[in-house]
């Protein structure tokens, strides 16, 4: 509740500078849009950085420059959230309900919302590629990671960019440098370590929340809603894909025929 507030006084605050640099969110707008993400760390993870949206039309630019991340391990990263108008955030610890200290995936989902596209470095960038390891960024020895990719969007995404936030999975809470099972077992799948799949830094569109009309039941960031339930579906798509391909397809085909019916 705290956090959502001061995540609201933040955006008032930083509407006139948007209105300033020209990123208004009327549909209208001529000529590119930019909008900056800071990333702050999730689960003390440690990590941060920006992410830069630069949206012209439906072609969308991503540039995302993080540091504090796992080395040498591949990071999944998404944008997350909605573009019919739920108002989802960024999650903060107490979305931690089982109380082990992790806000693990799919404890944060109902709060920042389903993983709208894959940020990959090439092919496919649905959500279907949610976690597809071999196609994400692997962060450097140093731990930063840069990522560059323009990629065409919906024209949904386009109208609703500034509802959406980047979200970036993996953390190392024991320091080793890699994903184990320090904090146990992955809650989305237990062949999994929950290191490779929480959430490790996520950043709200500066600006966000301002003209949108919350129309979720996830308002609170601490109330399942439907689409908070439906979110979970998303959580585990993601994980499968981590793990192997074939039980991804079936949790995919699930959650399609829920989210198409
Ligand atoms: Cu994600």
Same mark, same amino acid.
């Given at each position: 509740?705290?956090?959502?507030?001061?995540?609201?006084?933040?955006?008032?605050?930083?509407?006139?500078?948007?209105?300033?640099?020209?990123?208004?969110?009327?549909?209208?707008?001529?000529?590119?849009?930019?909008?900056?993400?800071?990333?702050?760390?999730?689960?003390?993870?440690?990590?941060?950085?920006?992410?830069?949206?630069?949206?012209?039309?439906?072609?969308?630019?991503?540039?995302?420059?993080?540091?504090? =991340? #796992?080395?040498? &391990?591949?990071? !999944?990263? %998404? $944008?997350?959230?909605?573009?019919?108008?739920?108002?989802?955030?960024? @999650?903060?610890?107490?979305?931690?309900?089982?109380?082990?200290?992790?806000?693990?995936?799919?404890?944060?989902?109902?709060?920042?919302?389903?993983?709208?596209?894959?940020?990959?470095?090439?092919?496919?960038?649905?959500?279907?590629?949610?976690?597809?390891?071999?196609?994400?960024?692997?962060?450097?020895?140093?731990?930063?990671?840069?990522?560059?990719?323009? =990629? #065409?969007?919906? &024209?949904?995404? !386009?109208? %609703? $960019?500034?509802?959406?936030?980047?979200?970036?999975?993996?953390?190392? @809470?024991?320091?080793?440098?890699?994903?184990?099972?320090?904090?146990?077992?992955?809650?989305?799948?237990?062949?999994?370590?929950?290191?490779?799949?929480?959430?490790?830094?996520?950043?709200?569109?500066?600006?966000?929340?301002?003209?949108?009309?919350?129309?979720?039941?996830?308002?609170?960031?601490?109330?399942?809603?439907?689409?908070?339930?439906?979110?979970?579906?998303?959580?585990?798509?993601?994980? !499968?894909?981590?793990?192997?391909?074939?039980?991804?397809?079936?949790?995919?085909?699930?959650?399609?025929?829920?989210?198409?019916?």
């Amino acid at each position: 509740m705290t956090a959502k507030r001061t995540t609201r006084l933040a955006a008032l605050v930083a509407l006139p500078m948007a209105l300033a640099l020209g990123t208004s969110t009327a549909a209208t707008a001529a000529g590119p849009q930019g909008f900056q993400i800071d990333l702050s760390q999730l689960n003390n993870s440690g990590a941060s950085g920006t992410a830069m949206l630069s949206l012209d039309g439906t072609e969308l630019t991503v540039k995302i420059e993080s540091q504090g =991340l #796992t080395p040498g &391990q591949p990071h !999944a990263q %998404h $944008i997350h959230g909605s573009t019919e108008g739920h108002d989802f955030t960024c @999650p903060d610890i107490t979305a931690d309900k089982d109380g082990d200290g992790i806000v693990t995936t799919s404890e944060g989902l109902p709060v920042y919302g389903n993983i709208n596209i894959s940020l990959t470095v090439d092919g496919d960038t649905t959500p279907d590629s949610g976690l597809a390891v071999d196609r994400m960024p692997v962060a450097e020895a140093d731990g930063t990671l840069s990522y560059e990719r323009t =990629l #065409t969007v919906s &024209q949904d995404v !386009a109208d %609703h $960019i500034q509802d959406l936030h980047v979200v970036q999975h993996g953390i190392d @809470p024991n320091g080793n440098n890699k994903y184990d099972f320090g904090v146990g077992k992955s809650d989305l799948d237990p062949k999994l370590p929950q290191e490779a799949t929480a959430p490790a830094a996520c950043g709200l569109v500066k600006g966000a929340a301002v003209g949108s009309v919350p129309a979720g039941g996830v308002e609170t960031g601490t109330t399942a809603s439907t689409s908070g339930v439906q979110s979970r579906g998303m959580a585990a798509v993601g994980a !499968a894909t981590l793990v192997a391909a074939a039980g991804t397809i079936v949790v995919t085909r699930r959650r399609r025929a829920a989210q198409d019916g």
